[in-house]
């Protein structure tokens, strides 16, 4: 924790030196997933980040307390299981079930805490119960109860908007029974054939909003050091999460507040109409995991993420000459790992301190990834002249033990290549067993002088998009990308 680390805090506009509520430790809150659907590419971004953030600040040495919850009960998944006929709770688990399984696909770390909004009821309704109490939320007789926003005089701080504009600019027609167009809803009374739980205001259920700030609360305390999502979540939910937390208590929410951007494909926003999204099981059933996360941490985490057409397919070719170059270090044995013990000490603090560098300077995973190319250029060109083998070696678990944080670079280096390149073959209509079969006849035509023959089975391979090469003594292929 000797170097410090600055954030880009959306409270302040600004980047500010981190500095938590309690020397050594960390509390941080993520909103998480709404189960109404398949988990799509935006959701693991968020995931991702938030995953790396957590990572990062235990490998500077902080102990991290990371609440990221389920919104497991919502309009989207009431009406979702209403289509599919079956009821609202059973969906949710299997949802939540379906998408834990794939975040840990992706190898997101589970959370210290990772709560469900229907499991933390009894605290939504007494932190409701407090806020009528102090006069800042009202209660209809239709069994609804709002926030009055006119009640806190900091609303709008986050989003940098005025209570004026969300007038005219959120709703128009005002709710039976709410007193102003701006307020928002903390609980919400049952309609006909929707899941319910009791409370003093009759049958319903909490609204989004106060979802967050009662497990936030409840699991991290009054005043937490990072509360973070996506950047769609600004406004309303997380100035309406300031809102209720801050009239409960008059106390700051969250010290610092992250948001990620969104994901784009093709220059266009996702959405149903457009029929572009892309679901983090697809992805997970045609890229390795490292190929996922490599391309979502090449951007700058406030940005938004614009996924061209061939991104994940570069990215791949990446992936696997990294690992190629990571494999080929792991077949030099310790004897050959001489050199001066100073000079391998220095390779490693150079990857080190740039990486602490990138890192620490708003989580700039853009830098850290981007510093990879050379690093691995340089071993490419130390392994072509089979020097600085200690090095080498240096460099290459200076890597490991850096990009862990970042989730990548840590498989079998053998797996990995063996993975992406029978993927490869499969495309491209072709097996190992061929191959090797025509490039034992080709080096029998090249015997015979052949080279007609010889060089016909090189272009028939080339084709296939595989490439033979002539080494002294023996002839090698790999796939060509």
């Known amino acids: 924790m000797d170097k410090p680390i600055l954030i880009y805090n959306s409270l302040t506009r600004k980047k500010e030196e981190f500095v938590p509520v309690e020397e050594g430790q960390v509390k941080m809150y993520a909103c998480g997933i709404t189960v109404s659907g398949d988990a799509h590419i935006g959701h693991a971004y968020q995931a991702v980040i938030f995953d790396v953030i957590r990572k990062y600040l235990e490998y500077c040495g902080y102990r991290v307390t990371y609440v990221r919850n389920y919104t497991d009960v919502d ?13 609202a709770m059973e969906y949710a688990n299997k949802m939540v079930i379906k998408t834990d399984e794939e975040l840990k696909r992706l190898g997101i770390e589970n959370a210290t805490i990772e709560p469900r909004a229907t499991e933390n009821i009894e605290e939504m309704i007494e932190f409701i119960s407090e806020l009528i109490n102090k006069g800042y939320a009202y209660a209809t007789e239709y069994g609804d109860v709002f926030f009055s926003v006119k009640k806190f005089p900091q609303y709008g701080k986050l989003s940098n908007r005025l209570v ?5 600019g959120v709703r128009k027609e005002v709710e039976p029974g709410k007193i102003d167009s701006q307020d928002f809803a903390l609980w919400k009374s049952a309609k006909e054939g929707e899941i319910y739980w009791e409370s003093p205001w009759g049958k319903g259920r909490p609204g989004w909003h106060i979802e967050c700030s009662a497990m936030s609360m409840k699991y991290l305390g009054e005043t937490i050091d990072i509360h973070g ?4 979540l600004i406004f ?15 106390k700051p929410f969250a010290r610092y507040w992250i948001h990620n951007g969104l994901v784009k494909i093709n220059g266009q926003k996702m959405s149903k109409s457009l029929g572009n999204g892309i679901s983090l099981k697809e992805l997970l059933d045609n890229y390795h995991p490292d190929i996922i996360r490599f391309t979502l941490l090449q951007n700058n985490y406030k940005s938004d993420l614009n996924i061209v057409d061939g991104i994940f397919e570069t990215n791949e070719k990446h992936i696997y000459g990294f690992y190629k170059i990571l494999n080929e270090i792991d077949q030099l044995t310790d004897e050959e790992a001489t050199g001066d ?3 391998n000490d220095d390779a490693k603090s150079q990857i080190e301190n740039e990486f602490r560098d990138a890192m620490s300077n708003d989580f700039n995973t ?8 050379g690093y691995f250029s340089k ?5 072509e002249k089979k020097k600085d083998v200690g090095s080498l070696k240096a460099m290459k678990q200076a890597i490991i033990d850096n990009y862990r944080v970042l989730g990548i670079l840590q498989h079998d280096p053998q797996k990995v290549i063996e993975l992406i390149r029978d993927k490869y073959l499969t495309k491209h209509g072709i097996t190992v067993e061929e191959i090797q079969s025509r490039i034992n006849l080709r080096s029998d035509y090249k015997a ?20 033979v090469i002539d080494k002294k003594g023996v002839t090698e292929w790999d796939i060509a990308f």
């Open 379 to 383: 071993m490419k060109q130390m392994l």
């Open 341 to 343: 013990s100073q000079q």
């Open 236 to 250: 309303p939910h997380h100035e309406n999460e300031i809102a209720q937390s801050e009239s409960r208590t008059g």
């Open 229 to 232: 999502g996506g950047k769609d």
């Open 366 to 373: 853009a830098v850290a990834i981007a510093n990879l190319f």
């Open 448 to 467: 015979k002088k052949d080279y007609a023959n010889a060089d016909a089975i090189k272009e028939y391979l080339a084709n296939k998009g595989i490439v």
């Open 75 to 87: 309009d989207k998944i009431i009406n979702k299981a209403r289509e599919l006929n079956v009821p």
């Open 164 to 168: 004026e504009e969300e007038i005219s």
